[in-house]
């Protein structure tokens, strides 16, 4: 196995013989490594902390990730991946520098089971690209959070994100069922899966959450609602702050539950 020496600020640089490995999986235009454009990468939408990775590779398979995440281990240099990075969270800022995995080119929906309720996509998947894809088919998948537009499956998955629908729909890890994940050693593992109610611990809810410090996630099989038949939107003005949830609450001891 090869050595590195960390740098004073703890972090660990990524040898040149290591960047020529992570070239032959994803060819040169899967790894980035330009000082000037590695700076994209210091942060998320939590921008005090920075701190820039010595590489960003940009793997389109399961099989690459694996290989990078086992390429790292023998290397012993340290990886984090990342979505869109519209998180406010930090999860994906690479303290330790060393390579930071963006699954942003695995972008696929692979499949789409209105009958069973569930579609298969990848981790790259902009969030409001799968609303679109289900347009029309009386389906949608609920959890909205307020970047829907920028940010991925995989890194709702990643914070378990909620957004406005939360309130009756819930956050992310109640329309997930099932991923396939690269774990830190490598080994490409299934939890969960369409079907519901899967005897054994719920390994997917604990993954949900966990900002990549259990595993890479490389697909996700999502649970798909049915659109609601009507709705309406009404606008209440209320003199205090005090008076507007009393408000809600009264709705909500009703019987109804808003969708927002």
């Not at 040169?28 to 590779?57: F, H, I, R, S």
């Not at 869109?84 to 695995?106: E, K, N, W």
């Amino acid at each position: 196995m090869a050595s590195t020496q960390s740098t004073p600020d703890g972090s660990v640089p990524v040898a040149a013989e290591l960047i020529d490995r992570f070239c032959r999986i994803l060819g040169d235009d899967g790894v980035l490594t330009a000082a000037d454009e590695l700076v994209v990468y210091e942060c998320d939408g939590y921008v005090v902390e920075k701190k820039a990775p010595d590489v960003v590779l940009f793997p389109t398979t399961t099989e690459q990730v694996a290989e990078i995440v086992r390429t790292c281990n023998e290397f012993d240099v340290p990886f984090v991946p990342r979505g869109a990075g519209t998180s406010l969270a930090g999860g994906c800022l690479p303290v330790g520098g060393g390579v930071m995995i963006a699954l942003t080119r695995m972008t696929r929906i692979l499949e789409v089971n209105l009958q069973d309720r569930y579609a298969v996509v990848e981790p790259g998947l902009v969030n409001l690209h799968l609303t679109r894809h289900l347009a029309g088919t009386g389906f949608h998948y609920a959890p909205d959070p307020s970047s829907q537009g920028a940010c991925t499956i995989g890194g709702n998955v990643a914070t378990n994100s909620g957004g406005p629908h939360t309130l009756k729909y819930g956050v992310t890890v109640n329309h997930v069922l099932g991923l396939e994940v690269v774990m830190p050693d490598g080994r490409v593992v299934e939890l969960g899966g369409p079907a519901e109610g899967l005897a054994g611990y719920d390994l997917v809810g604990l993954f949900v959450g966990s900002e990549g410090t259990f595993g890479v996630c490389t697909r996700v099989t999502v649970r798909l609602t049915r659109d609601p038949d009507a709705y309406r939107t009404l606008l209440g003005v209320f003199e205090t702050v005090g008076d507007a949830t009393q408000a809600i609450s009264q709705i909500i001891a009703a019987g109804i539950v808003p969708a927002a």
